[in-house]
T-cell receptor, first 114, second 117 residues
């Protein structure tokens, strides 16, 4: 069965530090990839998505992610985090051939101190 | 504004009781989904529906039931058979329907927090 792994459960950074959150998936076929963010007390919002083309995708709020097919990875990055980036981040995968619902990772909690 | 409305925001249930969580969308999306969110577990799929009058079980469907009589509505019933129902429940929808392939991602509601007392 398809699985999504997010390696870090909790990341603690100071403002202006660089961020990289790991995401790996297990499916070998064609996938569409997503990163969602859940700010405290708010609903999940789409940060960015990849389904074809340039493997480096840019999303909202200065986030970007790189799809590396050979590594089955879709890591999320931000060059300089802000206190307002404190949130939980979820990676999600859609298997194109299977046509089933998005499968989510367990999430990474990011805490940014000012 | 288009979106997904989940109600109620907080729900308390006694053990042995069934309870129904409401999810309504006015986005004209074909597909709707129910996920359960537990700390450290991420989002786990309960049920999904890609078209009216049709739905499929997700990874943790036991103890839950759904219906999809209208495009706009996808209520979730948590039955007494669900052994550990205390959780945060999220409803989502997507414009992509029958194919199941998602290019745009899902729109999520604000969730219902269910507590068994």
């Amino acid at each position: 069965a398809q699985s999504v792994s997010q390696h870090n459960h909790h990341v603690i950074l100071s403002e202006a530090a660089s961020l990289e959150l790991g995401c790996n998936y297990s499916y070998g076929g064609t996938v569409n990839l997503f990163w969602y963010v859940q700010y405290p007390g708010q609903h999940l919002q789409l940060l960015l998505k990849y389904f074809s083309g340039d493997p480096l995708v840019k999303g909202i709020k200065g986030f970007e992610a790189e799809f590396i097919k050979s590594k089955f990875s879709f890591n999320l990055r931000k060059p300089s985090v802000q206190w307002s980036d404190t949130a939980e981040y979820f990676c999600a995968v859609n298997e194109v051939q299977a046509g089933t619902a998005l499968i989510f990772g367990k999430g990474t909690t990011l805490s940014v101190s000012s | 504004d288009g979106g997904i409305t989940q109600s109620p925001k907080y729900l308390f249930r006694k053990e042995g009781q069934n309870v129904t969580l409401s999810c309504e969308q006015n986005l004209n999306h074909d597909a709707m989904y129910w996920y359960r969110q537990d700390p450290g577990q991420g989002l786990r799929l309960i049920y999904y529906s890609q078209i009216v009058n049709d739905f499929q079980k997700g990874d943790i469907a036991e103890g839950y039931s759904v219906s999809r009589e209208k495009k706009e509505s996808f209520p979730l019933t948590v039955t007494s058979a669900q052994k550990n129902p205390t959780a945060f429940y999220l409803c989502a929808s997507s414009i992509e329907g029958v194919s199941g392939v998602s290019f745009y991602g899902y729109t999520f509601g604000s969730g219902t927090r269910l507590t068994v007392v």
